[in-house]
């Protein structure tokens, strides 16, 4: 008789557990930020290894390495990001920015390098605040002089800004489809150099800096979008930085740059040149006009159409392959 009992009373309790459980709604966080489809310390690494602008450009945009994740327009297919740099005096600007429609773009990050009066140049990359909250910056510290800062000082110096757009891109870009943002972040590590530091600061050192930025900074897509402003997207979080110490994301150290200076420039040789130089090869881009084969009837032309077309295209297309 007890045991039955026993019995009776282990499944009224069972049932008043199943009955309490059907009215329990379980809601499965969502961590996942648009900033998180671009690592802003693989940028770091990526322009620490440029020869040129153009090179970064092309790094920025490589099918095989996949450094970006960014589909602002959500059109299926990651953003291309163009390079456009500004200068005034001993400060250079390089803006990254990506091309979401024709005629509109996108301030993703900007890189500021500025020349001290020690002739040691300082770099820092700085989050748009539409992307990535106010003052997110990360200063990387070089284990090595990047060629592409030596180049800004050097003899062969000319400015850069990308000649493609909506619709025209270089021969070697291939669109891809973003990845789910957490295999996005897990693979686009490997692509970091840990041989140099990427230290957070809220300190933005370059004056220059931000009054060339206030003259050229792009917000076609925020304009439009205002719902998803960082501050919106993120309320109660100050930058990205609060996103990363939620994630326990923590900086890429190494003791071989625990005592370096944040400072990456040194004087320049008169003879210097760059790796494509040095090889004897060829740009395929000179003074900011992408050299395209004129006696096929169907090559793209170098400048931009004057007609916008009825429709968005479904695809972006690509540039003819230049000739070998």
């Known amino acids: 008789m007890k045991q039955k009992i026993g019995s009776l009373v282990f499944a009224l309790i069972v049932g008043l557990g199943n009955l309490y459980a059907q009215d329990v709604t379980t809601v499965e966080a969502t961590d996942n930020d648009i900033s998180d489809n671009l690592d802003l310390e693989a940028v770091a690494s990526l322009f620490g290894e440029a020869e040129d602008l153009e090179d970064f450009e092309k790094k920025l945009n490589d099918p095989d390495t996949q450094i970006s994740n960014l589909d602002l327009n959500e059109d299926g297919e990651v953003d291309y ?107 686009v590590h490997v692509h970091v150099n840990v041989n140099n530091s990427y230290s957070r600061t809220t300190v933005r050192k370059s004056s220059t800096s931000v009054e060339l930025q206030n003259k050229t900074r792009k917000n076609d897509f925020g304009s439009k979008n205002p719902d998803k402003s960082y501050a919106t997207r993120n309320e109660g979080s100050k930058s990205k930085q609060d996103l990363n110490n939620n994630k326990g994301t923590e900086k890429v150290n190494n003791s071989k740059t625990e005592n370096a200076k944040e400072s990456t420039g040194k004087k320049v040789q008169d003879d210097w040149k760059t790796e494509s130089e040095k090889q004897g090869t060829e740009s395929n881009v000179k003074d900011n006009r992408a050299s395209v084969p004129s006696n096929e009837s169907n090559a793209k032309p170098a400048a931009k159409p004057a007609a916008k077309p009825a429709a968005k295209p479904a695809t972006k297309p690509k540039s003819n392959p230049r000739k070998r």
């Open 81 to 187: 990001l163009r390079v456009v740099e500004t200068s005034k005096d001993e400060t250079h600007l390089v803006t990254i920015q990506a091309v979401i429609a024709e005629e509109q773009y996108q301030d993703v990050a900007v890189i500021d390098v500025e020349k001290g009066n020690d002739d040691d140049t300082n770099v820092q990359v700085v989050g748009d605040v539409y992307m990535y909250g106010p003052d997110y910056i990360i200063t990387p510290v070089y284990v090595h002089p990047p060629v592409v800062v030596i180049w800004f000082w050097g003899p062969y110096y000319n400015p850069w800004r990308s000649p493609y757009y909506w619709g025209y891109y270089p021969p070697y870009y291939r669109p891809w489809r973003p990845y789910p943002t957490p295999r996005y972040r897990t693979n």
